[in-house]
């Protein structure tokens, strides 16, 4: 976490631009004066609880914007920074890489061998995309059998009952991307 006074001055500064307000436009609307609020954007005064109290009223934001951390342009993750869900006997783990997001799930699923996996079918609007990574992934979709190699991918309606099957002797991993279209 950023130091906090800079973090207040980074977030307030945001906000007033936001607001299209001059410094002397914020002093006004808060109270506060254009010197003190010019060092809190500058991040070499530490305000006190009133003063963001005050800040907070005459620009009508809530109080802790002034902490909210800022939304980074990239998120990295990793399998191995994951606690995997365990399913058929701990013979599939599924590893959630993004959780539910607007309308889509990104999951990278590892198969032992001999493993199949039974999924109900889904609300009419799911459709899911898999793409196998590793090994070889025989996806049954309702009484179609489709089987998929390294480097090939599926794309179906989830509105029936599948099953994800891994019948070779190797793993077989893939990733398993759910989209929820909304009607």
Known sequence: MKELNILIGQNLKSIRKSQNLSLDEAAAATGVSKPMLGQIERGISNPTVTTLWKIASGLKVPF????KEPELSYQFVS???????MECDENMKIYTMFSY?????ILYVDLEPGCVHFSPKHPNEVEEYVFVFEGVLRVKIGKESITLK????LKFRANVDHEYSNLENVKCRFQNINVYHKN
Request: no cysteine; net charge negative.
């Open 101 to 105: 997001n607007d309308n889509f799930e």
């Open 64 to 67: 802790s914007e002034f902490m």
């Open 150 to 153: 390294t480097g090939e991918a």
């Open 79 to 85: 399998p191995l920074d994951i606690e995997p869900i």
